[in-house]
C-alpha cells in the first residue's frame, strides 16, 4: 500500500500516521520527495484497510503497490539509493570501480595487483576466497585464509573490499573480513543466503543469475530488503543465450531497464558476460555510456597463471587504458568516480 500525504502535511500528521501503521502490525517506509513525502506500507496487506487511513488528516490518496517487488521498486521510493562500500558511494552520480583478481592466490600477487588497479583508479577490490566452481576439481579458493589476504592488502591500499559468500554458514565468516559481500550468479536465488545477509547491514552485491529476468533479480534484492538491510546493488553479468563466441550474453539493456523500474544501483561485470578480454573495455564503456553506476572488471598480472577465469582477465596495462578512457566518459554522463 502507498499512502500519498499531502503537500502541505505537518510533522505531526506524519507521526500519526506511522503510528497508526505501527498499531497495525505493520512497516512503514517513509519517502521524502521533492514535492511529495509518501509512506509505503509493507505486510499482510489483508491488516490494512484503505478507507480508514485515508480519513487520517495529512493523507491524500490510498493506493496499493502494483509491482511485486515492493521495496526494491521506484513506487515506494523515487529517489535513487546510494550505496556506501567503506569511503566508496555507489549510485547517484557516484560510479564505482570494481577490479581484482577472479580468486586470491596468495598474499604477494593480490598485493600487486591490488597495487596496480589502484593506481589504474579503481575504488573498490574484489577477489574470491571461496569459488563457485563448474567442476570439483578446479581450484576452490583460499577460504579464511584468503579472506585474511584480501583484508589486509585492502587495508593497505586503502580500498574496500567485495568477495563472495556462497553459503549461509559462511556469512558471519565473511562479515568479519570483507566490506561487501558478492551473491554470485549461481545463487542469486539462494533464499536462505539472501536472507542471511539482509539480516546484516553489511553491502551486498547481487549478481544476476545466468537465466534469471530482471524481475527475478529485483524479487531476490526484495528478499535482501526485506530483511532490513537496504544496501543492495545489483549486477548485471550476462545471461545464457545460444551465442557461443562469448561466455554470455550481455543484456545491457538491463541497466536502463532497472532504472526505471527500481532505485538500487546497476553495475555490469563485462567480464564475466563476454569472458574475452578484446570485448570487455568496449562493454565497459558502453555501459557507462547505458547509464550503469560502476563496472566490475577480473585484472590479473599473469592471466596465463591464474587460477580461476584466467582467459578473461585484463592485464593491468589495459585495464588503465580502460580506465582512461572511462574517466572520460564519466565526464560525459556526468558522473564521479
Ligand atoms: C565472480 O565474480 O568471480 C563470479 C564467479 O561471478 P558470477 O557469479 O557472475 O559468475
Ligand atoms: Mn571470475
Avoid: W
Avoid at 171 to 196: H, I, S, T, W
Avoid at 315 to 323: D, S, Y
Wanted: with cysteine.
Amino acid at each position: 500500500m502507498i499512502i500519498v500525504l499531502r503537500p502541505n502535511v505537518t510533522q505531526g500528521e506524519i507521526d500519526h500516521v506511522i503510528e497508526r501503521i505501527h498499531e497495525l502490525g505493520l512497516k512503514p517506509h517513509l519517502s521524502k520527495g521533492e514535492h511529495r513525502t509518501i509512506i509505503g506500507v509493507i505486510g499482510d496487506e489483508n491488516k490494512i484497510r484503505a478507507e480508514p487511513l485515508q480519513a487520517i488528516a495529512g493523507v491524500e490518496q490510498v493506493l496499493p503497490i502494483l509491482k511485486p517487488f515492493k521495496l526494491a521498486g521506484r513506487e515506494i521510493h523515487q529517489a535513487d539509493t546510494v550505496v556506501q562500500v567503506g569511503r566508496v558511494r555507489i549510485g547517484g552520480t557516484a560510479m564505482a570501480m570494481i577490479a581484482g583478481p577472479c580468486a586470491i592466490e596468495g598474499a604477494e600477487i593480490l598485493d600487486t595487483i591490488a597495487g596496480l588497479v589502484k593506481k589504474a583508479g579503481a575504488n573498490i577490490l574484489r577477489g574470491g576466497a571461496f569459488k563457485p566452481r563448474t567442476s570439483p576439481y578446479s581450484f576452490q579458493g583460499l577460504g579464511e585464509e584468503g579472506l585474511k589476504m584480501l583484508r589486509d592488502v585492502g587495508q593497505r591500499h586503502q580500498m574496500p573490499t567485495v568477495t563472495e559468500v556462497m553459503d549461509p554458514r559462511q556469512a558471519p565468516l565473511v562479515d568479519r573480513y570483507a566490506d561487501m559481500f558478492q551473491v554470485g550468479a549461481r545463487n542469486m536465488q539462494n533464499f536462505d543466503l539472501l536472507k542471511e545477509v539482509g539480516q546484516t547491514r553489511k553491502p551486498v552485491l547481487l549478481k544476476r543469475g545466468m537465466s534469471a529476468t530482471v524481475k527475478d533479480l529485483l524479487m531476490s534484492a526484495e528478499y535482501i530488503l526485506a530483511e532490513g538491510n537496504p544496501n543492495v546493488v545489483l549486477c548485471e553479468r550476462g545471461v545464457r543465450s545460444f551465442e557461443d563466441s562469448t561466455r554470455n550474453m550481455l543484456d545491457m539493456s538491463a541497466v536502463p531497464n532497472v532504472k526505471g523500474l527500481s532505485h538500487l544501483p546497476i553495475i555490469v561485470d563485462p567480464s564475466h558476460a563476454t569472458g574475452r578480454p578484446d570485448l570487455i573495455p568496449a562493454m565497459a564503456c558502453a555501459a557507462v555510456a547505458a547509464g550503469a553506476d560502476g563496472v566490475h572488471v577480473e585484472v590479473h598480472s599473469c592471466p596465463e597463471k591464474a587460477l580461476s577465469d584466467g582467459p578473461q582477465a585484463l592485464l593491468p596495462a589495459r585495464f588503465a587504458e580502460l580506465m582512461d578512457r572511462i574517466r572520460k566518459l564519466a565526464e560525459v554522463v556526468c558522473k564521479t568516480l
